[in-house]
């Protein structure tokens, strides 16, 4: 069985170069499909309960800045879709790696992040609240496998501690 403490703070440090050369290796396509996958079983009751219908009609795009990525996201017939192609978003979200993923891991505050311009959300502002609320609100203890919430929580201690 995999250990998180195997994840050493040399193995964290290398993580974004890690990251960055994975997302230019792989082609834009197979990254949509995975993200979607993972989005869209990440979020698959939220979906089905109508708890995104206000992404309907709506295009958010999430820049992961030091990786040079982006894509957008929007729900169609009740399932997330994503692509890398968008001509104008509604909202523009904009981050590092890091700080998404202590975003998702619930270490980092968004608000606390976007007052230290670490986090820059730019356009339709009911939009990004009724998305910050949703996430506030998520409960990724029910929808994530306990040990890949594990990894995920022991990653995002360690990356804290290295910031101090």
Do not use: W
Request: charged content about 20%; aromatic content about 10%; overall charge neutral.
């Amino acid at each position: 069985m995999f250990k998180s403490k195997m994840i050493t703070p040399k193995v964290i440090v290398a993580l974004p170069a890690f990251g960055k050369t994975l997302s230019n290796l792989l082609p834009s396509s197979l990254k949509n499909v995975l993200i979607s996958k993972v989005l869209n079983r990440l979020f698959f009751t939220a979906c089905q309960e109508g708890e995104l219908d206000f992404l309907k009609g709506k295009i958010v795009l999430i820049e992961v800045s030091d990786f040079e990525f982006q894509f957008s996201l929007s729900l169609v017939e009740q399932k997330l879709l994503v692509n890398s192609l968008v001509a104008a978003p509604d909202l523009r979200v904009k981050a590092s790696s890091e700080d998404f993923f202590l975003l998702c891991s619930a270490k980092a505050d968004p608000d606390t992040l976007f007052f230290q311009r670490r986090l820059s959300m730019l356009g339709d502002t009911e939009l990004g609240l009724y998305l910050k609320n949703f996430l506030d609100s998520f409960d990724t203890t029910t929808h994530v496998p306990a040990s890949l919430l594990s990894v995920q929580q022991h990653i995002a201690t360690e990356l804290l501690k290295l910031r101090e």
